[in-house]
C-alpha cells in the first residue's frame, strides 16, 4: 500500500515536471491603437505548444462588448484568446469576424458560438470553411494530437453576400474584402476610423509569406497594390509585429511584384522553369525573412505554374 503510493507520488511528480518543463505559448495583447489590439502569434508551425496560434489575431473593445478578429485552431486555443483579452477588458466576446478559412482563423468558431458570440464572414469565406474543415482538422491533428480534443469546425453562421460589405457592431465601422490571394475565400478587414487594417493572410512581414497550391499570385498583387492605396497607418498582418504601409510593401508588396514580374514573365515567355528558379534563388532583398530557405523556391514554382496556365 506504502509502496503503491509512493509510486503515485513519483508519478504525479513526473507529469507535473512534464508539465512545466512545456514551454506553452499564451497571446499576449499588444495596443494598436485606443481599444484596438493585436494577438501576435509565434512565426513558425503550428505545434502543441502554440495549440495553432501560429498567426495574428486581434479585438476591438466597444461599450457593448469585444469584437474579435478570427477564432483561433481549436478550443483551447480559444480559451488562450479569451484570457488575453480577459487582461484588457472584462466585457465578453459578442461577435467574431473571420477573415479566412485556414484553420487559424475559424477552428475556435464553436468555442466561441457556444458562448453566446455571433459568428460572422463574407459568403464565401464560409462556404470554404464548410469544404476544406476535414482537410484542415486531420491537418491540424498532426500538429496539436491530443490538445485538438474537443474541437468541432463550425463555419460563420451570419454570412455577407458581395464581394465587398460594410459591418457596423458596437458603434464601430468594418469594411470587408475579398483577397483571395494566400487562400480562397480570403479577406481584409478595414476600420476607416481607426486606419487599422486587419489585413489576414494577404500581408506577410518578419517571415516569408508562403504560396500555396490553392494561392494565387496575381490577387496578391492585385489584393496589395488595392491595400496600399487606402494608406492605412497601422497594419496587423496575418503573420508577423504590427506594421507600416512601408514595411508591408517591402515584405509582402515587392514580393508579389517580384513573382508576378519576374517569374511570371518568365513562364508567360515560355522559358525554363529551372533555369529561372535558378536564377532568382537567392534574393538578398528576402533572404532574411523566416522561412525564406523551406519556403522560396516553392513559391516560385507556384508562381510560375499559376502564370503558365494563362
Ligand atoms: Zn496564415
Redesign the pocket.
Known sequence: MLKQFALLILAVLAATSVLAARNEFRPKAEKVVDNVYSLMGPLGQRSADNDGLN?DFGFIVTPRGVILIDSGASRLGAGKIVAAIARVTDKPVRWVINT?S?D??WLGNDYFASKGAEVIAMSRTAATQAQYAGQHMQGLERFLGERLKGTRPRPASRTLDGNEATLELGGETFMLSYTDA?FPGDIWIWLPKHSVMFSG?LIFVDRLLGVLPWSSVKNGQKAFRALAALKPAHIVP??GRVCDLERAQRETGDYYDFLASKVGAAAQNMEPMDATLDRYADLPAFSHLENYDSLHRANMNRAFTEFESQ
Open positions: 498567426a479566412g485556414q487559424h482563423r494566400h493572410d496575418g503573420h
